[in-house]
């Protein structure tokens, strides 16, 4: 499976970015989708997981409402919108693919990983 991760940017605190990853190869696998992020100097986390048949979502605390993912069956892609940014939302942001049928947290659970798309939120 492969992943590319796309859509990251240099934006102001409260604006809004959409990411988007890509999925190709052999992705009948896939049971769940998630997106992590890692700040500088900080470990990768969790922010949001979707499975991929039921679109079952869940978030960390810190996006909580102002994150949605979404996912496109058609186009094999999964998608995070990124409203009301804030500077500590400022990461190297990276999809992952799963083949547990229910979001996991832990990256330890997700199988491939994308490239990461670079987010900066000035404020």
């Known amino acids: 499976v492969q992943l590319q991760a796309s859509g990251g940017g240099l934006v102001q605190a409260g604006d809004s970015l959409r990411l988007s990853c890509a999925a190709s190869?052999?992705?009948?696998?896939?049971?769940?989708m998630g997106w992590f992020r890692q700040g500088p100097g900080k470990e990768r986390e969790f922010v949001a997981g979707?499975?991929?048949?039921?679109?079952?979502?869940y978030y960390a605390d810190s996006p909580k409402g102002r994150f949605t993912i979404s996912r496109d069956m058609t186009n094999n892609t999964v998608s995070l919108q990124m409203n009301s940014l804030k500077p500590e939302d400022t990461a190297v942001y990276y999809c992952?693919?799963?083949?547990?049928?229910?979001?996991?947290?832990?990256?330890?659970?997700?199988?491939?990983w994308g490239q990461g798309t670079l987010v900066t939120v000035s404020s």
């Open positions: 979707i499975t991929w048949s039921g679109g079952s979502t």
């Open positions: 992952a693919a799963s083949s547990f049928s229910i979001v996991r947290t832990s990256r330890f659970y997700y199988d491939y």
């Open positions: 190869g052999r992705t009948f696998n896939t049971k769940s």
